[in-house]
């Protein structure tokens, strides 16, 4: 493989070269999404100098902008520009396919877990989600409610969550910050303008849009229709990636809607998965994974960890795809910012439900529980521990706590 550090931005690289290079950092980026885009810019602004400074801050506050994992997303639309659609794939495939095939072998070898000191593990992998749920909600706030309208909203979000039983409570949550966002947001400072050098045309634009709002319109109607357990799932999982606003773990609340929630899953596994999730390196969407293999209505197995990563992926590819070519002068509106500071601020109270249940309610029962996952959030929140060392930590902790 050449070294492309010294070709500026304008040379094209082979969608093999892209698989390898995302490869390796599907293998080592820890640490979330915010940490994947640093892995990002160290190896593709920095080192390598495929995108230039401005471009790529404005890649990032795209991605950011719509549904979707915005790591992977940005991720996508750098092997976009090295190597055309077949590079996309590649670049989504090497970084999401090392920690979906690790969740796939956890979901196969937990039922192994068995007795006092595997139940204490699998208990303290539910308290890692826990200390990380804690740490979104605490930095998520910090970011995206530092004023009393903005914190306010997400209050808003997080009461209508906690009082109703609705399954659309949390879109309708969403929607109304984005409303109130319109009306109360207006008064920040516009975001910095910039360019992103990616050709998709308007037209392939209009059509991959098109394909995001029939498929997320179209899906329930063919469960209907249909009554496949197939496209139930499926439908599951793009519902879940197509609403997701403000990074992976919003997707929390929205997964554990649609397959704890109809008995699909129980929350002990669901909560187990999501707390190894933390431990591997990539996206956090790779959960999905997990889910397909464990869920009980079939395809499940390999057939459903494929089904999963596919459902939930495919919608943020679908909506960046048709984004890009209208970035430029959509972003620049005002009413635009001000919406979108508003849906941030509502899924901070949509996960900030989320961290009291399920997470709390089904997984702190004792003083021993609450340690452990305080002392997991002081980890990870004032020492700036690495998350992988923090998930191993709490899970021995659960598992010594078990045999005390």
């Known amino acids: 493989m050449r070294d492309d550090a010294t070709d500026g931005n304008t040379g094209v690289v082979s969608p093999a070269e892209v698989l390898l290079i995302f490869l390796k950092l599907g293998l080592t980026c820890f640490g979330g999404p915010i940490a994947h885009i640093g892995y990002f810019r160290d190896e593709f602004v920095l080192r390598r100098k495929w995108i230039d400074e401005h471009a790529f ?52 070898g937990a039922g192994a877990l068995s007795g006092p000191a595997g139940a204490g593990l699998l208990h303290g992998l539910k308290l890692t989600a826990v200390a990380i749920v804690a740490q979104a909600v605490w930095g998520m706030a910090r970011n995206l409610c530092p004023d009393r309208e903005r914190a306010s909203i997400a209050v808003v979000a997080a009461l209508i969550i906690l009082f109703s039983t609705a399954s659309i409570a949390q879109i309708g949550a969403i929607a109304l910050g984005g409303l109130a966002g319109l009306w109360l947001c207006r008064s920040d400072a516009p975001a910095r303008s910039g360019h992103v050098e990616i050709r998709v045309s308007r037209i392939m634009g209009l059509i991959t ?44 609340p929205l997964l554990r809607e649609a397959f704890v929630a109809p008995g699909w899953l129980g929350d002990d596994a669901f909560l187990a998965g999501y707390g190894v999730a933390q431990a591997v390196p990539g996206p956090l969407f790779t959960f999905a994974a997990y889910l397909g293999t464990v869920v009980s209505p079939e395809p499940h197995g390999l057939a459903g960890a494929a089904l999963g990563l596919i459902g939930i992926f495919l919608p943020g590819i679908l909506v960046l795809l048709g984004a890009l070519p ?13 919406t979108m500071r508003g849906v941030n601020a509502a899924v901070v109270g949509v996960l900030g439900a989320a961290l009291y249940d399920p997470v709390w309610t089904t997984t702190v029962h004792t003083g021993k529980d609450f340690g452990i996952a305080l002392v997991g959030f002081v980890l990870l929140v004032a020492w700036r521990a690495p998350p992988l060392v923090v998930v191993a930590f709490i899970a021995v902790a659960g598992a010594l706590a078990a045999l005390i």
């Open 209 to 252: 849009l098109g394909m995001f709002f029939v498929l997320l319109a179209g899906l329930p109607v063919l469960r209907g229709l249909t009554g496949s357990t197939g496209v139930a799932l499926f439908d599951a999982f793009y519902r879940s990636g197509a609403l997701v606003f403000g990074g992976g773990h919003v997707v929390l």
């Open 57 to 108: 801050a404005d890649l990032v506050a795209l991605c950011q902008f719509l549904p979707g994992p915005a790591s992977s997303q940005v991720g996508f639309s750098i092997g976009l520009t090295r190597a055309g659609y077949l590079g996309a794939l590649a670049a989504w495939a090497g970084f999401t396919l090392p920690s979906a095939a690790i969740l796939v072998l956890f979901a196969y």
């Open 326 to 338: 209208f970035w430029e002068s959509f972003r620049k509106r005002a009413g635009a910012q001000a």
